[in-house]
């Protein structure tokens, strides 16, 4: 995750994302420092704290749209897996080389 980098991007410090979030400025360092990761249903209001997607904080993840098939491709940076996605939401994993 990018967390503090994108922090630090929107000029905000630890305690100001605390306040707005409600929680403790040790939580918001312990998920930079990766002790414990944000609650998934929290990433969308750190997004918007911090004027990004959720797509940005997360850094790990490529989204190519496949267009032809109607389906998206979501691939790890570095990684040698890919798992489709198809229009009913549901995953399945293939080896990418």
């Known amino acids: 995750m990018r967390l503090k980098e994108m922090r630090k991007r929107a000029g905000l410090t630890a305690r100001d ?8 400025f040790q939580n918001v360092y312990n998920w930079e420092n990766g002790s414990y990761l944000p609650p998934t249903k929290r990433l969308p209001e750190i997004a918007r704290l911090y004027n990004c997607t959720v ?28 798992a489709s996605i198809n229009a009913n939401n549901k995953k399945r994993s293939s080896a990418n080389g």
Do not use: N, T
Request: glycine share 14%; net charge neutral.
């Open 17 to 24: 994302v605390a306040l707005a979030m409600g929680v403790s």
């Open 55 to 82: 797509d940005e904080l997360l850094g790990s993840v490529q989204v190519c749209a496949q267009m032809a098939d109607g389906q998206k491709k979501i691939r790890p940076e570095g990684g040698r897996k890919e």
